[in-house]
């Protein structure tokens, strides 16, 4: 049986400290518009964490304490508008200290902070959403 060849990508599980736990920021995809965390690929020269740190800034706007080590991966099928593909995606929680008022991609996304499970039941992804709950489970 041939092994599938996976796209790697990362990116940010970005949370604030909410009255009643964590707060998620997830952001909208360029192209069909769903809520997603702010996430990319590989940049050269850069390590998967410091590309993940970007990724955040840029789609996001967001800059903060990234964990060292991701939280997990989840997988997903590439739109074919985007070249298509499977990508597989680490994931790196960052505790954020600066939610600029403008940034990069700021006309093209949307910002939103929700609670765990609103952000949770907002992505499509499985395994994402897997990931988003025990994030939250943490701060119990």
Known sequence: MASKTFRKQCAVLAYRKGKR?????????????????PKGNLVDGLSVRESAALEAFEEAGLEGELAKRSIGTYDYQKT???GGGLCRVWVYPMAVTR??????EKAQRKRKWMDVKAAAAAVDEPELKTLIARFGKRFR
């Open 21 to 37: 736990g964590p707060k998620i920021a997830l952001v909208t995809s360029l192209e069909t518009h769903r809520w997603v965390l």
């Open 99 to 104: 939610a600029k008022r403008h940034w990069p």
């Open 80 to 82: 074919e508008l985007k």
